[in-house]
């Protein structure tokens, strides 16, 4: 898994987590 950075918004997202906030898994 990685972690990737939003380059836009500064925020970080792993990909093992998902992104609930945007209702990514």
Known sequence: ???WM???C???YE???GWPE???A
Do not use: A, F, R, S
């Open 1 to 3: 898994m990685k972690t």
């Open 6 to 8: 939003c380059i836009v």
């Open 10 to 12: 500064g925020l970080m």
């Open 15 to 17: 990909e093992e987590k």
């Open 22 to 24: 945007d209702g990514i």
